[in-house]
């Protein structure tokens, strides 16, 4: 048998062209080597697993955000002392061996020896929870009149019979204000983070790329803003809001307080980033070509590392989230009626009250996930948008 005819020759001879492999490439390898950065930093991205679950935890929470009048099965304001500070309620999902979810009526008393309210249920009758059922009116989106809700109650009032969470000191259901709370934290952190966005591109991309005075201006501004306490800062500039504003004109003001403390961080990244770019021969190209200095900042330098600037906003959300939050909670930021995690946390900053109702302490854990989950999808887009990785 001769050296041609060999199985190991044979073994050895390139596959033809139209095979599965094109040119010595695989499939996968002409694949990438097509892929946009965009396509790049998905396919990166799906492969953290933390930060997959993280994301869809965040979607989960816009939705709810986006739905909290219809996920809302009481008004988050309707209060009554008689129902002040009663414990969870728990559903009975199955009623003689069929799925009929009810719940036993709460009958407060007056407890003769401590003056304690008790809540006993009364298993004598049961109250049905159906489920897009009708409740209180609403105007969905802000314009369109509804009310169905995900929860609701037949043959009685959801106000009266119906406590998922319990109530607070004035009686408030505590689910229905943990909706509406949600809606207006995780909305604070986004519009918080796109003005600091704003601040920190346009003050920092000016600062490193002209230089001279401006850059010293800029430099000096954020040092001092960087060197003052953030507390007592928080403290005199939620001070300076007058107490007849609503609650519309606080939640801006909030919004721009803490815009004007958070900027400065990805000011300075920018900076350093435009510094080492505006001497690569792509901007020196553009600047012969007579863009203007706007267009050369905003069209050729931002987006060379917009990969950096997302992972950064993924970052700095929850910082802006728990930023209300400490304000909310220390009454330095949104007051009642407006609702936030921070202002339902005000009920737990007694420790006694913690003691008898601890369930005062729910909105802590939205708080707590949102945190970490924010933090997971950053580090995925950081690990997917660094091309060392």
Not at 42 to 64: E, Q, S
Not at 208 to 215: V, W
Not at 223 to 250: D, F, K
Request: proline fraction near 7%; aromatic fraction near 12%.
């Amino acid at each position: 048998m001769s050296m041609a005819d060999s199985p190991e020759k044979k073994d050895a001879s390139p596959s033809p062209p139209g095979g599965g492999a094109a040119g010595g490439r695989t499939q996968d390898e002409e694949k990438i080597a097509v892929a946009t950065q965009w396509q790049l930093m998905w396919w990166r991205f799906r492969k953290h697993k933390l930060a997959m679950a993280g994301t869809i935890i965040l979607i989960i929470f816009y939705l709810v955000s986006f739905a909290a009048d219809f996920l809302s099965y009481v008004d988050p304001e309707a209060s009554e002392a008689q129902r002040s500070l009663m414990a969870p309620q728990p559903i009975h999902w199955f009623d003689e061996g069929s799925f009929r979810p009810h719940v036993f009526p709460q009958l407060g008393r007056r407890d003769p020896i401590t003056f304690k309210r008790m809540y006993e249920p009364d298993t004598s009758r049961k109250v049905y929870v159906e489920f897009f059922g009708r409740g209180f009116p609403y105007k969905f989106l802000g314009f369109i009149p509804m009310d169905r809700h995900l929860f609701a109650v037949k043959d009685a009032k959801p106000e009266e019979t119906l406590f998922l969470f319990g109530t607070d000191m004035q009686g408030r259901d505590v689910w229905s204000r943990l909706m509406y709370g949600t809606r207006t934290s995780m909305t604070i952190g986004l519009v918080s983070v796109a003005l600091s966005l704003l601040l920190g591109i346009t003050l920092g991309g000016f600062s490193g790329y002209f230089g001279g005075l401006i850059d010293t201006v800029v430099q000096r501004v954020i040092e001092i803003l960087r060197s003052i306490p953030t507390i007592p800062l928080w403290m005199g500039l939620a001070a300076a809001l007058p107490s007849s504003w609503s609650v519309n004109q606080i939640y801006f003001a909030i919004t721009v307080i803490i815009s004007l403390i958070g900027w400065t961080e990805l000011a300075r990244v920018v900076r350093g980033r435009f510094i080492s770019l505006r001497q690569e021969d792509f901007i020196m190209a553009a600047e012969i070509l007579g863009c203007s200095k706007p267009r050369i900042i905003f069209r050729h330098m931002v987006p060379s590392f917009i990969s950096h600037i997302i992972a950064a906003t993924t970052l700095a959300i929850p910082a802006m989230i728990i930023s209300e939050t400490s304000l909310s909670f220390l009454g330095l930021g949104l007051r009642p009626p407006a609702i936030s995690w921070g202002v339902l946390l005000q009920d737990a900053q007694n420790i006694q009250a913690l003691v008898i109702s601890p369930w005062l302490l729910i909105p802590a854990i939205p708080i707590i996930i949102a945190v970490l989950a924010f933090n997971f999808m950053g580090d995925g887009v950081r690990d997917a948008a660094d091309p060392y990785g």
